[in-house]
């Protein structure tokens, strides 16, 4: 994607990247993309084979996953991972494997499990996984993304009351399959410009105004949130800071 992004409310369409059976990941990636224009937005499913999977790998990644007993979730996380790091590394240049990946302190306690960063790198990126998907944004500032299935009605109306009270009162006024679309765009939108602040889910939902109607609206000075063309069944968006 590229510039106009901050004026424009249509739906910003990330690059879907696909790699045949047997290929290299790497192969389906461009190199040095250009993210001057505005972030690059990347989709990709993490259920297909990859060769040389554990070659794209660091050790944090196996160590992040070690935990995980459901095989399939584990999976779809290192292949996540290692569709970041391989679009990292063509940003970056050299292995996928090299990229230093770290944490900033946590918002709300200071360990060390906040926005994540490439370390001594002058980029931001922000992952969301859901399902079998992953969505990555890169950008030369701070960016977030979050991708979801659409909320069941139960947990639509109960979230609805913790957004914005102007979201709120758009949300409360909507039933069934409408509310289930609206709170889940409202709430994508939210996640995405939280995870960009890099705060997250610590700062209150009900603070910022991203908007719940058909167009997301600029929560901040400086800031575009813009909504994100899913696979279906999958809402996401995409907020980003002029700088
Ligand atoms: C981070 C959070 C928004 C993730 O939401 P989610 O819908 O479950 O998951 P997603 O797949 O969309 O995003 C996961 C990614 O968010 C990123 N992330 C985590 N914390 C983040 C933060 N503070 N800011 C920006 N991005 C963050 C990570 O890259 C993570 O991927 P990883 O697990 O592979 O490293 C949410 O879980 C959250 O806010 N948690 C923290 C809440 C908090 O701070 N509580 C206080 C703890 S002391």
Do not use: N
């Not at 106009?4 to 696909?18: D, K, N, T, Y």
């Not at 990859?50 to 794209?56: N, R, S």
């Not at 996953?65 to 790091?85: F, Q, W």
């Amino acid at each position: 994607m590229g510039g106009g992004f901050a004026g424009s409310h249509r739906a910003v369409r990330p690059v879907e990247l696909r790699w045949s059976d047997g290929s290299d990941l790497r192969s389906a990636v461009p190199s040095q993309p250009d993210l001057t224009a505005g972030p690059l937005l990347w989709i990709s499913r993490t259920d297909g084979p990859v060769t040389g999977l554990a070659d794209l790998l660091g050790p944090e990644d196996m160590a992040d996953a070690e935990p995980m007993s459901d095989l399939l979730a584990r999976r779809r996380r290192l292949v996540g991972r290692a569709v970041l790091r391989t679009l990292l590394a063509a940003c970056l240049g050299g292995a996928p494997a090299d990229v230093r990946l770290a944490r900033e302190p946590c918002a709300h306690c200071g360990r060390p499990h906040g926005r994540p960063t490439v370390a001594g790198a002058p980029l931001e990126f922000s992952v969301s996984r859901s399902g079998p998907w992953v969505l990555v944004a890169v950008a030369r500032t701070a960016v977030g993304v979050d991708l979801e299935s659409k909320a069941s009605e139960e947990r639509a109306a109960a979230l609805a009351q913790r957004m914005h009270p102007a979201e709120a009162a758009y949300l409360s006024g909507l039933a069934g399959d409408r509310l289930r679309r609206a709170f889940t765009r409202t709430w994508v939108r939210k996640e995405a410009f939280l995870k960009a602040l890099g705060t997250g889910l610590a700062r209150d939902t009900r603070r910022d105004l991203v908007g719940a109607g058909p167009r997301p609206r600029s929560p901040q000075a400086g800031w575009a949130v813009a909504d994100v063309l899913a696979p279906r069944g999958w809402t996401a968006a995409l907020a980003v800071s002029a700088g």
